[in-house]
């Protein structure tokens, strides 16, 4: 059997086990039980898609308007060149060590007559496809809008789709190489799930630095004034540190000439490069960090601690559930990235000295001083929904959920040891992206005050999306990323947050059409926050039946 094709028999494997494909074909198209469920998840995915596809669909007319009277609309597609990278580097370190390492499928593999590489490949690929699937989003509509916009001809479409397909590889192969390097080190360790977690951030940390040095280069009027008057100034600015933007812009912009041949065979050839080298280092390493993981613990003796600090039972719960989180790093990754990203990410102007962002914030602030206010209400708020924590509280116990049933805990102090911990670990992550949109807007104590209120609000919307999660738990999964990323609920939860948003906004702008002082937002918020949290308690008590009235 050729190697291409038992690659492309272990790829459709691993797919199918990622996302559960065959059970989904066997409830919903052969036993034909919860089509709703099936039916769900398309609109869903339909709603998402078109949701991100309109932002950036529209964000990419504004702007090439914009541009287009100074010739440098251009720049566009170097600028989404730049998020196409981070994105896709953030979300390969999160996919990496969770399908190359934490899945289960792994251990299987091993005994199996692959040769490294093959597994390599294959697991590459799904991470690979799971990217296309995230830039379908995005960079799909600028393509097409830039592309209609420029009245670009066969040569740009076919560049277009050609790009397209070379985009992921150069951020994803770095990212790929970096998880191998950490993770061959980090098993010969007896902490390896602590070091793995720290090696997950510190590869965070990498595209952190790199979107740094790229957003904070010099800034000379002069240089500035020559690039507006030069056909490809901006670009040529942009990408002096990221020559990759060059590259894809010529592509598609001079499609059908030898410079846009060149650009073209420039990404493509960097991209096939990086992933080469990724591969080459994934065959020599990737077994041997498995089996040093294996191994990392024979021959250690462990003591059982008996002596356990007497505690309330609700701490108990939460304790428990906080050490159930952090000791699988593809949960910490995929709940925890955004918090910690994001903050990041907002800070970059405020880092680099960059006036024109901090003036915007500041003439917001002015007027509307309770804009920081909703800020930081909002941000707590769909957090919560954002981070998949409370919508997968039960799911990410898998079968072991049954055990936990079997406790002598009462249905509604496990509740609520689950919803202080989780709560907890958003309302934490949560403050940090608070305080830095309170100082870019110039408003840090209107930002805390509003956060201090979303307290309540953030609780009483995690119990919602914890119920959620109660009623249909997805349980049977095989890999810890499934119960995040493979579950329905998930986009339920997403798409309750995106109502709550709505409602948030419309209710802050009723507010500000009608005159409402700042003491009068305030009580008026507290006070449906409150009525909220009250409510969903006692939708808790008379939800028990979930709980002792199903078999897990």
Request: glycine share 8%; proline share 4%.
């Amino acid at each position: 059997m050729p190697a291409i094709n038992r690659v492309l028999s272990l790829t459709k494997v691993l797919l199918n086990n990622t996302w559960g494909l065959s059970k989904a074909k066997y409830e919903y198209l052969v036993r034909r039980e919860r089509t709703w469920e099936l039916v769900l998840i398309l609109l869903s995915i339909i709603f998402i898609f078109g949701l991100f596809a309109s932002v950036f669909g529209l964000a990419t007319d504004y702007l090439y308007d914009q541009l287009a009277p100074i010739g440098q609309q251009s720049v566009v597609l170097a600028v989404v060149l730049l998020i196409c990278q981070v994105v896709v580097f953030v979300l390969g370190v999160i996919l990496a060590i969770s399908i190359f390492y934490f899945s289960r499928d792994t251990e299987i593999l091993l005994p199996l007559p692959f040769h490294p590489y093959e597994v390599v490949v294959a697991k590459f690929a799904v991470v690979l496809i799971n990217e296309y699937l995230s830039l379908l989003g995005f960079l799909a509509p600028v393509l097409v809008v830039y592309g209609i916009k420029a009245q670009g001809g066969v040569a740009y479409w076919l560049s277009a789709l050609v790009t397209f397909l070379f985009v992921p590889l150069l951020p994803l192969g770095l990212a790929c190489l970096l998880t191998f390097l950490v993770m061959r080190f980090v098993n010969l360790s007896s902490r390896k799930e602590l070091i793995t977690l720290l090696g997950g951030f510190l590869l965070l940390g990498v595209v952190i630095v790199f979107q740094f040095y790229v957003q904070t280069q010099a800034e000379h009027p002069e240089q500035l004034l020559e690039s507006l008057f030069s056909e490809e100034g901006l670009v040529l600015l942009l990408s002096r540190r990221f020559p990759p933007s060059l590259w894809f812009t010529r592509a598609l912009t001079q499609a059908g000439n030898v410079t846009g041949l060149g650009g073209l065979l420039l990404l493509a050839g960097t991209s096939v490069c990086m992933l080469a080298l990724a591969v080459g280092v994934g065959q020599l390493a990737f077994y041997r960090s498995l089996v040093f993981g294996m191994e990392a613990d024979r021959g250690k003796d462990k003591q059982l601690k008996l002596d356990y600090t007497p505690r309330r039972v609700v701490f108990a719960v939460a304790a428990n559930e906080f050490r159930l989180f952090f000791r699988r790093a593809v949960y910490v990754l995929n709940g925890l990235a955004g918090l910690i990203v994001l903050p990041v990410m907002l800070l970059f102007p405020f880092i680099s000295q960059s006036s024109a962002i901090g003036e915007i914030f500041a003439e917001i602030s002015g007027p509307l001083p309770f804009i920081a206010f909703f800020a930081g209400f909002g941000y707590s708020v769909l957090q919560t929904g954002l981070t998949a924590l409370p919508v997968t509280a039960f799911s990410r116990e898998g079968k072991e959920l049954a055990i936990l049933k079997a406790l002598p805990i009462s249905f509604t102090t496990l509740f609520l040891g689950k919803l202080f911990a989780i709560q907890a670990i958003i309302l934490l992550g949560s403050l940090a992206g608070v305080i830095v949109l309170g100082v870019l807007l110039q408003a840090l104590d209107y930002a805390l005050l509003g956060f201090g209120v979303s307290i309540l609000a953030s609780t009483a919307f995690s119990s919602n999306l914890m119920l959620i999660d109660l009623k249909r738990p997805y349980l049977d999964w095989t890999n810890p990323q499934q119960a995040i990323k493979s579950n329905v609920n998930s986009l339920i939860g997403m798409g309750v947050t995106f109502v709550v948003a709505g409602i948030v906004g419309f209710l802050a702008r009723q507010l500000y059409v009608q005159g409402v002082s700042f003491g009068g937002i305030l009580f008026f918020t507290t006070l449906v926050s409150a009525l909220w949290l009250g409510l969903s308690y006692l939708l808790v008590k008379r939800s028990q039946h979930l709980w002792y009235g199903q078999e897990f």
